[in-house]
């Protein structure tokens, strides 16, 4: 369907700010639910008695939003996106709680991606699987950072819905999204046990090789290089000024998603550009 791009800017605001509170409740209680069943998991395996510590499991639906210092629900008005951050100028109403800025910052990310994917694909099924890709992307980046985690749960599906999508080949052709799949894990894996065999450190994780997979699956092989190219720079950047600035210990490994996500989304938009601008430079 042919829509002006003025109303596309809107569906995309208002559908990604809405979209984007729910992303933010998933990146800050999925991890905590994961953590809550592998340990009854390991409990149940071992046979170890339920030590008094019987707390409901967290869920992404309940309880309903609330401060995280003084556990009050949060009004209606005060659940409206970046209006009511603004409002309360980023503080809780009840207790003055500072209230982190990634809520605005994720919920303004899910405003942009939506709106890019409606600019760029109108209102149609490949506009459908790009949201899906960015929603994706924000909450692996955030939960790594946070957690140091790319949950199977997501990275898995990403992976099988890329290549799915491109059995018609909407994004990359099935052949191209197939190879990127078991190249995106290869390509990490053997960097991760070269890494390994040779200073006896881990360098990244399996996550990161699950993530890797499920861009090729949707960007297809031909833009990996690029990918890592990309993620791997700005993850070097973001290393140094973390140890010049005495914010990273030597030695401490940062996380990896974050930048996977990023170098992800601009390829996805950008790549085919990015490799014609360059196959013509070099053909001077
Ligand atoms: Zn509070």
Same mark, same amino acid.
């Given at each position: 369907?042919?829509?002006?791009?003025? &109303?596309?800017?809107?569906?995309?605001?208002?559908?990604?700010?809405?979209?984007?509170?729910?992303?933010?409740?998933? &990146?800050?209680?999925?991890?905590? #639910?994961?953590?809550?069943? %592998?340990?009854?998991?390991?409990?149940?395996?071992?046979?170890?008695?339920? #030590?008094?510590?019987?707390?409901?499991?967290?869920?992404?639906?309940?309880?309903?939003?609330? +401060?995280? =210092?003084?556990?009050?629900?949060?009004?209606?008005? #005060?659940?409206?996106?970046?209006? =009511?951050?603004?409002?309360?100028?980023?503080? +809780?109403?009840?207790?003055?709680?500072?209230?982190?800025? #990634?809520?605005?910052?994720?919920?303004?990310?899910? /405003?942009?991606?939506?709106?890019?994917?409606?600019?760029?694909?109108?209102?149609?099924?490949?506009?459908?699987?790009?949201?899906?890709?960015?929603?994706?992307?924000?909450?692996? !980046?955030?939960?790594?950072?946070?957690?140091?985690? @790319?949950?199977?749960?997501?990275?898995?599906?990403?992976? $099988? @819905?890329?290549?799915?999508?491109?059995?018609?080949?909407?994004? /990359?052709?099935?052949?191209?999204?197939? &190879?990127?799949?078991?190249?995106?894990?290869?390509?990490? $894996?053997?960097?991760? %046990?070269?890494?390994?065999?040779?200073?006896?450190?881990? !360098?990244? !994780?399996?996550?990161?090789?699950?993530?890797?997979?499920?861009?090729?699956? %949707?960007?297809? $092989?031909?833009?990996?290089?690029?990918?890592?190219?990309?993620?791997? =720079?700005?993850?070097?950047? /973001? !290393?140094?000024?973390?140890?010049?600035?005495?914010?990273?210990?030597?030695?401490?490994?940062?996380?990896?998603?974050?930048?996977?996500?990023?170098?992800?989304?601009?390829?996805?938009?950008?790549?085919?550009?990015?490799?014609?601008?360059?196959?013509?430079?070099?053909?001077?």
């Amino acid at each position: 369907m042919d829509l002006p791009s003025n &109303i596309l800017t809107l569906l995309g605001v208002m559908l990604g700010l809405t979209l984007g509170s729910f992303l933010n409740v998933v &990146i800050m209680r999925f991890p905590s #639910q994961l953590y809550f069943q %592998w340990q009854k998991e390991c409990r149940d395996y071992l046979d170890i008695e339920n #030590q008094g510590d019987i707390r409901k499991s967290p869920n992404i639906i309940f309880p309903r939003s609330h +401060c995280f =210092s003084c556990k009050a629900n949060l009004s209606f008005v #005060q659940n409206i996106p970046i209006l =009511s951050f603004v409002a309360l100028r980023g503080r +809780c109403a009840h207790c003055a709680a500072i209230i982190s800025p #990634q809520y605005p910052v994720v919920e303004t990310l899910g /405003a942009i991606a939506t709106t890019i994917a409606l600019l760029n694909f109108g209102l149609t099924f490949p506009a459908a699987g790009a949201m899906i890709f960015s929603y994706c992307l924000i909450v692996l !980046g955030f939960i790594d950072l946070r957690e140091k985690l @790319l949950p199977d749960e997501i990275t898995l599906p990403l992976l $099988w @819905l890329g290549l799915i999508i491109n059995i018609e080949g909407t994004f /990359a052709s099935l052949e191209a999204s197939v &190879i990127g799949a078991i190249f995106g894990y290869l390509i990490l $894996w053997s960097l991760f %046990w070269t890494f390994k065999l040779v200073t006896g450190k881990e !360098g990244m !994780g399996y996550g990161d090789f699950k993530f890797l997979a499920a861009l090729g699956a %949707w960007l297809g $092989w031909q833009m990996l290089p690029l990918v890592l190219l990309m993620a791997s =720079s700005m993850a070097l950047f /973001a !290393g140094v000024i973390g140890i010049i600035s005495k914010r990273l210990d030597r030695g401490e490994t940062i996380a990896f998603g974050p930048y996977l996500a990023i170098a992800g989304y601009l390829v996805f938009y950008l790549g085919q550009n990015a490799i014609e601008v360059y196959l013509r430079l070099s053909n001077f």
